[in-house]
């Protein structure tokens, strides 16, 4: 990279990272998308495996699954 004229900006400190995804997070789980999404599964339209479910929780959550 030598030969470009581009350069790399400074660094997000870490904790700022975390607060952003934690912010979008909460975008993601707001009331509302979940109502909507709950709608969904009841009228059969979106199907959500209970294996992949229980990985996201259990992700989410720091524990290691085996497998």
């Known amino acids: 990279m030598s030969d470009t004229?581009?350069?790399?900006?400074p660094r997000r400190p870490l904790l700022a990272a975390r607060q952003s995804s934690l912010q979008a997070g909460m975008?993601?789980?707001?009331?509302?998308?979940?109502e909507a999404l709950r709608r969904l599964v009841a009228?059969?339209?979106?199907?959500?495996?209970?294996?992949?479910?229980?990985?996201?929780?259990?992700?989410?959550?720091?524990v290691n699954i085996p497998g």
């Open 5 to 9: 004229n581009r350069t790399i900006g």
């Open 27 to 34: 975008l993601v789980n707001a009331p509302s998308r979940v």
């Open 43 to 62: 009228a059969g339209q979106y199907q959500v495996s209970p294996r992949w479910l229980a990985t996201k929780i259990f992700r989410a959550a720091g």
